[in-house]
């Protein structure tokens, strides 16, 4: 069974440019989570979806962030326009549920310069 | 508020050694999920164990072993004779059932060197 695929697993770019992350979950997972990781510390999350609907964005910097989840499969986490600050690994994750076991992509670096 | 305390920053140990990774949470819920993960060098976060707060049964699985005492708030991760192999930041995780019930909240992880 394929895992979570997230591209692209590296990505520098200059201040104030957008850029997008995309993720796959695992096939028949319904919940699916983006979370934000600083060098050193634990994830943290950023938006939740179960399905379609974004359930929990309460972390999600909505001045800057967004996301979707189209046809509750693939999800996309864009930052517009990217700060110094946002330099981080971002992680998508999925699980059959909420409460259940959360299973976790390979992550996307962000460096931002 | 919900929050997971990993006290030990880095531990180092010779290979063979056995090594006892702490975890102290705290929640008000009475039914609540604990994690473990592993993150080794390559950055991706492996599932290793989920518990629910009613099961307080010990699990072994091969050279790991958690122990989880409701009494304590605790929920503490045992390698035994490692190796090289289980060097990695090891990550202890709460999720609550009726507050935001999925959301994992994470320690700030326990690096472990285990040198040959």
């Known amino acids: 069974e394929a895992g979570v695929v997230q591209s692209p697993r590296y990505k520098i770019i200059e201040k104030k440019q957008p850029v997008a992350f995309w993720c796959n979950p695992i096939?028949?997972?319904?919940?699916l989570y983006w979370y934000l990781q600083n060098l050193g510390q634990g994830p943290e999350l950023l938006i939740r979806?179960?399905?379609?609907?974004?359930?929990?964005d309460s972390q999600l910097p909505k001045d800057r962030f967004s996301a979707e989840r189209l046809k509750g499969v693939d999800s996309t986490l864009k930052i517009q326009p990217a700060e110094l600050g946002d330099s981080a690994v971002y992680l998508c994750?999925?699980?059959?549920?909420?409460?259940?076991?959360?299973?976790f992509g390979p992550g996307t670096r962000l460096t931002v310069t | 508020a919900q929050k997971v305390t990993q006290a030990q920053t880095e531990i180092s140990v010779v290979e063979k050694e056995d090594v006892t990774l702490d975890c102290v949470y705290e929640?008000?819920?009475?039914?609540?999920?604990l994690f473990w993960y592993k993150q080794p060098p390559s950055g991706e976060l492996v599932f290793l164990i989920r518990?629910?707060?009613?099961?307080?049964q010990n699990e072994i699985s091969g050279r790991y072993s958690w122990n989880f005492q409701k009494s304590t708030s605790s929920f503490n991760f045992t390698i035994t004779a490692s190796q090289v192999v289980d060097s990695a930041v090891y990550f202890c995780a709460l999720s609550e059932e009726h507050n935001q019930g999925g959301k994992l909240i994470f320690g700030q992880g326990t690096e472990l060197s285990v040198k040959p």
């Open positions: 929640t008000r819920d009475t039914t609540y999920y």
């Open positions: 994750a999925s699980s059959q549920d909420r409460g259940y076991e959360q299973y």
């Open positions: 518990r629910n707060s009613f099961d307080e």
């Open positions: 979806y179960e399905n379609e609907e974004a359930v929990d």
């Open positions: 096939s028949g997972h319904n919940t």
